[in-house]
């Protein structure tokens, strides 16, 4: 099956900071989504980006899906991003298969 | 209804005992999917639906697991004799699957399973 790498795993930042997190899969897809899990556990959308690049606030993320990859940008960090962040992709919408994620923690 | 939603929330429940989790998709989602998430780790894929039909069962992790989903929307996910390793955050997401912006998936808040 296809494979999902994100790096890196683990990020600490300094409020006001901006970040970078990488998603790499093995093959094409038709489906990738970034989503940020909270400390409480929900899991919440952030973009569905299979190609392309899409901006949101302070987020943006970006995707060469020929050469597969993903980027996902937190600019101005702020305490409230802190979480993990997974990428997600599908091939044939039929199993949607996560990366390990990469942890953000965001100091005041 | 508004979102995905689950039932129960928390459940905690002595080993080989059967439990049943369920998930009621958004109103309209005709893809359905399963995942388990076990403490500080990432998302295990267990089963799909389309529909009514689950294409690939390989995700499920023993015999123990089944799923079933009728008519098309609410879907429980059946773990018998369960074991202290099922312990984890039992997820479910749907997708209307029209394409596009359509094939994004949107999760419940999860099962959390404790098997003591």
New interface residues.
């Given amino acids: 099956g296809i494979q999902v790498e994100q790096s890196p795993p683990d990020l600490i930042l300094q409020e006001g900071a901006n970040s970078t997190l990488r998603c790499n899969f093995s093959d094409s897809v038709n489906n990738l989504q970034w989503f940020h899990q909270n400390p409480w556990g929900q899991l919440i959308n952030l973009f569905y980006i299979p190609s392309g690049t899409k901006q949101n606030g302070r987020l943006s993320a970006t995707t060469v899906a020929t050469e597969r990859y993903s980027l996902l940008y937190i600019s101005s960090s702020q305490t409230t991003d802190s979480g993990v962040y997974f990428c997600a992709v599908e091939r044939y919408f039929d199993d949607m298969r996560f990366g390990a994620g990469t942890r953000l923690t965001v100091k005041p | 209804g508004a979102g995905v939603s689950q039932s129960p929330s928390n459940k905690v429940t002595e080993k080989g005992k059967d439990v049943e989790l369920r998930c009621d998709p958004i109103s309209g989602h005709t ?1 359905l ?1 399963w ?1 388990r ?1 076990s403490l500080g ?3 295990e ?1 267990l089963i ?1 639906f ?1 529909g009514n039909s689950a ?2 069962k390989s ?1 499920l992790p023993s015999d123990r697991f089944s799923a079933e989903r009728t008519g098309g929307s609410v879907s429980t996910l059946t773990i018998q004799r369960t074991q202290q390793e099922d312990s984890a ?1 039992y ?1 479910c ?1 749907s997708s209307i ?1 029209t394409g596009g ?1 359509g ?5 419940g ?2 099962s959390w399973l404790t098997v003591v």
């Fill in positions: 893809a999917y995942y998430q780790q990432g998302l894929f799909y389309q294409p690939d995700g955050v997820l997401a699957l912006e094939n994004t998936i949107y999760f808040e999860g």
